[in-house]
């Protein structure tokens, strides 16, 4: 059974930082590419970063550059994407997906 289940999340002040997890179970992990998507209160499902694990190559949204990274451990079968400077605009529900299979979601709350 594929699972992902993210962490991390929580209330932080603008400027702050976040790490989220994904931990990832029931296939090859190595052989995708996982990406993490945000939705904001009223807004539409955003792509933010993603990395694929077999080659290590990764993209950011231009809205994130500079601020989030993102890796991953393929032997915890982990997906990390640190936040920092993070602004109250990347509030949101954060998701980690194949795009075939996705997570429940982690909320994140930046308050300015």
């Known amino acids: 059974q594929v699972q992902l289940v993210e962490s991390g999340g929580g209330l932080v002040q603008a400027g702050g930082s976040l790490r989220l997890s994904c931990v990832a179970s029931?296939?090859?992990?190595?052989?995708?590419?996982i990406a993490w998507f945000r939705q904001a209160p009223g807004k539409e499902r955003e792509g933010v970063s993603c990395i694929s694990n077999s080659s290590g190559t990764t993209d950011y949204a231009d809205s994130v550059k500079g601020r989030f990274r993102i890796s991953g451990d393929n032997a915890k079968n982990t997906v990390y994407l640190q936040m920092n400077n993070l602004k109250s605009e990347d509030t949101g529900v954060y998701y980690c997906?194949?795009?075939?299979?996705w997570g429940r979601g982690t909320q994140v709350t930046v308050a300015s």
């Open positions: 997906t194949t795009l075939t299979y």
């Open positions: 029931g296939f090859t992990f190595d052989d995708y590419t």
